[in-house]
């Protein structure tokens, strides 16, 4: 059985406006149905608008869908009672694109990251210290940064700081909203290299969200297209992605350019 299955999804967001009193409003997400299995990395592909992020907020517990039903380890997430959410919660974490706004800029690393110890561990002192030094060097940074506050890192470090307090419980899946999509180059290769060693040291699960297929393709097992709210695409094995002949895997392609100037062809 799936580590999460999502089934028959459909959601919308219900407009207060006047104006849109006596409309039914569009659906956001229409009949979504996917799965994850235990160590894999779902990679969801779309263009902005698609409703990606809307299913990743579906998926964590955060926008309760008007159809369907999220089943997290066998469990229906929006019928469970409080205390099962709330475990559940611990196994399902979250990086968001934007690492600043993710963070108290009044908390320095060591409280960041031990938060969500804090919350549901029961630790001495000395074991807190520790972990959270283990967590530092986990993600590729120094105990010592502990004391460090969010404006003394870059983005890309900051990121890494996200990445240590959403493995800090050691959970099932991580939702990956975006999490590389505003870090320049370099340092978004560095990030997933650290996803997918993550992602094989710890059985760790991911949904991949991202507009970006080079991003997506290097840390999916399988991918999924978003298009409208829908499920457009839903490739099991990502090494048949690129010969799929579906519209938008198609404009996808050619969006990527070759590395050479002659294999290049540009998208009319
Ligand atoms: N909180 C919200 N209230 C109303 N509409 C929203 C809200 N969040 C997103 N939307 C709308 O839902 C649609 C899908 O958005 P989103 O899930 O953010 O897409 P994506 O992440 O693929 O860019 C968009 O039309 C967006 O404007
Ligand atoms: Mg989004």
């Known amino acids: 059985m799936g580590l999460l299955l999502v089934e028959n999804i459909t959601h919308s967001y219900n407009p207060s406006h006047l104006f849109f009193k006596n409309k039914q409003s569009a ?11 235990e160590g894999q990395c779902l990679g969801l592909l ?4 698609a409703g990606k992020s809307t ?15 999220v089943i997290f380890q066998g469990i229906d997430l929006y019928d469970a009672d409080k205390s099962t959410r709330r475990s559940i919660r611990r ?7 934007d690492c600043y706004s993710s963070v108290n800029p009044r908390m320095n690393a060591e409280q960041i990251i031990g938060e969500p110890l804090q919350n ?3 630790l001495s002192l000395k ?11 986990t993600v590729g940074l120094k105990a010592d940064d502990r004391h460090k506050y969010p ?51 710890f059985g760790l699960s991911y949904l991949f969200i991202t507009h970006d297929i080079k991003a997506a393709y290097s840390v999916s097992d399988t991918l999924a297209v978003m298009e409208k709210g829908e499920v457009a695409v839903l490739c099991e094995d990502k090494s ?14 050619e969006s990527v350019l070759s590395e050479h100037p002659r294999y290049r062809s540009i998208p009319k």
């Open 120 to 122: 549901y561990e029961t």
């Open 27 to 37: 659906a956001v997400l229409s009949d979504i149905t996917l799965s994850i299995e």
């Open 127 to 137: 074991e807190h210290y520790r972990t959270i030094g283990e967590l530092l060097e």
């Open 151 to 201: 404006h003394q890192f870059s983005g890309g470090q900051l990121q890494r700081i996200n990445i240590a307090r959403a493995i800090a419980l050691k959970p099932k899946l991580i939702v990956l909203d975006e999490a590389v999509s505003s870090l320049d180059m370099v340092n978004q290769t560095k990030i997933l290299c650290l996803l997918n060693e993550l992602k094989s040291s």
């Open 91 to 97: 196994d399902l974490q979250v990086v968001f694109q």
């Open 55 to 69: 299913l990743g907020k579906v998926i964590l517990g955060l926008e309760k869908p008007q159809k369907g039903q």
């Open 240 to 253: 048949q992605f690129f010969q799929l002949e579906h519209p938008s895997v198609r404009k996808m392609v």
């Open 46 to 49: 779309g263009t902005s608008g």
